[in-house]
């Protein structure tokens, strides 16, 4: 069986999120599969998806921190600059963290570790709601 549904998540500041709530609150058709692959794409190039700690917010702060530092805004090689001073370090965030990731089902659920959760990069200060691409492919 495959499915596939596009969900808005809401918007939120700079830096990175926990979404694995808001996205499975969004998708309760995860309970139709017993087993089988939920993969989830981000359909913006400022903006990233990863998998990582879902207790300790120092683990999200950190990161933020981390690319903040090693891919500054306003750095004089820029020539993509129309868009204000976050949008091209924003892309290139984007490109480090990735724009998807894929998660293995079970009897209706994420099977995610007990400690991971899904995370939503938004790298531009004011980027506004963010679209997935949601697809489910299972039994």
């Known amino acids: 069986m495959w499915f ?3 969900i808005v998540l809401k ?33 913006h190039t400022s903006a990233s998806l990863t998998i990582n700690e879902n207790a300790d917010a120092d ?4 990161l933020e921190a981390y690319l903040l530092a090693q ?4 750095a004089p090689y820029y020539r993509h600059t129309l868009e204000g001073d976050d949008d091209m370090s924003a892309h290139i965030k984007a490109v480090l963290v990735g724009n998807s990731v894929t998660v ?7 099977a995610l570790g007990t400690w991971q959760g ?20 299972g039994d």
């Open 11 to 43: 918007p939120r500041s700079r830096g990175f999120h926990l979404v694995t709530a808001e996205i499975t609150a969004n998708l309760p058709e995860l309970a139709r599969f017993r087993q089988g692959i939920a993969h989830f794409f981000i359909q």
């Open 4 to 6: 596939q549904k596009t």
């Open 71 to 74: 891919v500054p805004e306003r």
């Open 104 to 110: 293995p089902l079970r009897q209706g659920r994420l």
């Open 118 to 137: 899904i995370y939503l990069g938004e790298h531009r200060n004011h980027g506004g709601s963010r679209s997935l691409v949601a697809t489910l492919h």
């Open 59 to 62: 683990v999200r702060s950190d």
